[in-house]
């Protein structure tokens, strides 16, 4: 759904409407609400400390997961990012990523706990319901200040779903704002500051890009704005509508980069920095490619950018 990955802008608008967990439907990644449950199932994450507000800390989680021998991932039901199958299975371009790194940090079992988008980050910080954030969550300022960030696993332009021919010619969100065109985009989704941010002064908030694609087929939004390979992927097959050109979001005059990675408590930093050691190989030597273009993803996705460069210094995720 969303990410300023580079986003030097909070795209994480607090709309926090709730999204369905995966069930024949694509989802969207993005925001914060707090979801609650679970509270007896913490496992080995449930005598984890909290920090003081944004400080970081190193602790003891990798330890604790290698005697647990498993790790807890939280997703939500967002095709191609992370979704439970048909099959009942954790995959998506995260989830798969962590079934490679996590059994070569001595973790071999990698679980996955469902959640709405909003409720990622207080079911990591606040809850505790899992261990890390496993839901090509875009890297952004605000989420850095409460979550430490990977590297970023991918980097993405945003893309519009229109009506076959595109008749409006849409191309970028200052096409939507200047012929006074609807748009809708997803809950929490980054594209919703993006678009304002270029001057469209309302976005129809919806569900996810399912509910963006019908919106779009009955002619009561012009576009629905997502990243280009969830509405590609929307789209496949589909009739009566289209995916536009992929295209680089500016806000104020720089770009609002849709990077996406794994967020975990401020209190694991050893965690975090084990994890993007093997991420960097995977990096390096092809394998990430190779894990996550079955999802779509392609060279073009792929990325060199650091956590550092994405999270402002003071903030907890670059630290």
Known sequence: MAPPLGNNYGKDRQAQGLRTPWA?????????????????????????????????????????????????????????????????????????????????????????????????IPGLTQAQQFDVVSAGMYINPD???????????????????????????????????????????????????????????????????????????????????GTNVTVKEVVKGKSGVEATEPFQPIVDGEPAYGAGGFAFRLSEKNLRDAFNEELLKMKESGELLRVVKPFGFTQDEMTDLTVEKLCPPAAGGGA
Request: overall charge neutral.
């Open 24 to 120: 024949g439907r694509a989802l969207r990644r993005r925001s914060l609400l707090a979801g609650a449950a679970a509270l007896g199932t913490l496992g080995v994450t449930a005598c984890s400390r909290v920090p003081e507000p944004g400080k970081v800390e190193g602790g003891d989680l990798l330890d604790r997961l290698r005697d647990a021998g498993t790790v807890r991932i939280g997703v939500a039901g967002e095709v191609p990012f992370g979704y439970i199958d048909e099959n009942g299975d954790v995959t998506g371009e995260a989830p798969e990523i962590a079934k490679v790194i996590f059994p070569r940090l001595g973790i071999p079992k990698v679980k996955a706990v469902p959640t709405e988008f909003g409720a990622l």
């Open 143 to 225: 989420r850095c200040e409460q979550v430490l960030f990977s590297d970023p696993d991918y980097l993405m332009l945003d893309s519009f779903i229109v009506k076959a021919g595109n008749p409006h010619g849409i191309k970028t969100y200052e096409d939507i704002a200047k012929k006074g065109l609807k748009l809708a985009s997803g809950t929490a989704y980054a594209e919703i500051d993006y678009a304002k941010a270029n001057g469209v002064k309302e976005v129809m908030v919806l569900p996810d890009q399912v509910a963006g694609l019908d919106a779009v087929r009955q002619g009561r939004v012009d576009a629905f704005a």
